[in-house]
């Protein structure tokens, strides 16, 4: 039979249309023996129910929509997995756009997830969206920002106190001896970029003679970290930084990468280094590697905790998590001398 309808499902087990309804959403409705005899006809039949003609009836949707920049970041892979955790506790389903670092493509995204009348979105910001986050307010879509501060945006957002970990980061760098300090990043358009790089001044302002080079990579993936790296092998030994602090680990790991390899420098004899994030990969790297971790996990649970407080109370003000970050000391950076 193609396209069973809930109606061809009721009438072959011989049952009502509420009662095929109970089995699909209230099992505990229905006695054992009618849930075991309409479950095998909706197999038997190939029934799926139409979840569209279902949220019409309810009046609203299940479904959040979620904008990351960039999916294949293991950052944004915890932030994901704790969102959806906390969403199937909550029976809601997720669909997930990859902006790509593209406003463009992120406002697609939101466009699409609007035209898909979502219950609310969560979304991992390019750029600033304070004129798109009001208009969609006034339509009646929460939403909250995640891995960013919204203070200023007027909804709730999740985020990670940047400058500190920035600092904590340097300051590290600085305590095992180093005095010139590499900053490495792509994407400078990013307030995380941004406030880590505010916290790394701050560090070695606080520290007489050392100095600040700020290194700029075409984006903030493994092979950037690698074409960086290369270039600066290429550099006079007396111009090669002491210690890098790279924006975030997937740039930490190609640094590490390629002076590992056949550029001579040794990390950490010749070269500190520090990540930020503390991925899954950084403690397996070949010198594991020391980062500034954020509770990716937690981050994405708490967002969804906030977005349905939106959807619950549209009046309620919004609320700004900011988590602490951790530095977590390996090999990479070697001893505190």
């Keep these: 039979m193609a396209n069973p309808s809930i109606k061809d499902v009721a009438d072959s087990a011989g049952v009502s249309v509420g009662t095929v309804s109970n089995v699909l959403n209230h099992p505990d409705r229905v006695s054992p023996v009618t849930l075991t005899v309409v479950n095998r006809i909706i197999e038997a039949l190939g029934y799926v129910r139409n979840d569209a003609a279902r949220q019409l009836r309810a009046?609203?949707?299940?479904?959040?929509?979620?904008?990351?920049?960039?999916?294949?970041?293991?950052?944004?892979?915890?932030?994901?997995?704790?969102?959806e955790d906390a969403a199937q506790d909550s029976d809601?389903?997720?669909i997930v756009g990859d902006s790509g670092d593209s406003e463009v493509r992120q406002e697609s995204y939101m466009d699409l997830f609007e035209k898909q009348r979502v219950r609310g979105m969560l979304v991992s910001p390019v750029g600033v969206l304070p004129s798109r986050l009001s208009k969609m307010a006034k339509r009646g879509t929460p939403v909250v920002l995640v891995d960013h501060d919204g203070t200023e945006t007027g909804v709730s957002s999740v985020s990670v106190d940047d400058v500190a970990g920035g600092y904590m980061a340097t300051h590290h760098l600085l305590e095992t001896g180093a005095r010139r300090i590499g900053f490495l990043a792509g994407l400078f358009g990013y307030k995380q970029v941004t406030d880590r790089l505010k916290g790394a001044e701050l560090a070695v302002s606080e520290c007489p003679g050392a100095r600040l080079?700020?290194?700029?990579?075409?984006?903030?993936?493994?092979?950037?970290?690698?074409?960086?790296?290369?270039?600066?092998?290429?550099?006079?030994?007396?111009?090669?930084?002491?210690a890098i602090f790279a924006v975030n680990d997937m740039l930490a790991?190609?640094?590490?990468?390629?002076?590992?390899?056949?550029s001579g420098i040794r990390v950490p004899d010749d070269v500190a280094l520090v990540g930020y994030d503390d991925v899954e990969f950084a403690q397996a790297a070949i010198a594991p590697l020391s980062s500034v971790r954020q509770p990716a996990n937690v981050m994405g649970r708490t967002a969804l905790t906030l977005l349905q407080e939106q959807i619950a109370d549209p009046t309620a003000a919004p609320r700004t998590v900011i988590f602490e970050p951790e530095l977590v000391i390996r090999a990479s950076s070697g001893a505190i001398r």
């Design 213 to 242: 080079e700020v290194i700029r990579a075409v984006n903030q993936s493994a092979l950037a970290g690698r074409e960086a790296a290369d270039g600066i092998a290429r550099r006079p030994k007396g111009e090669v930084p002491e």
């Design 92 to 94: 809601l389903s997720l």
């Design 253 to 262: 790991l190609g640094v590490l990468q390629a002076f590992m390899g056949a």
């Design 59 to 83: 009046g609203h949707s299940t479904v959040i929509g979620v904008v990351v920049p960039d999916i294949t970041n293991p950052f944004f892979t915890g932030v994901l997995r704790g969102v």
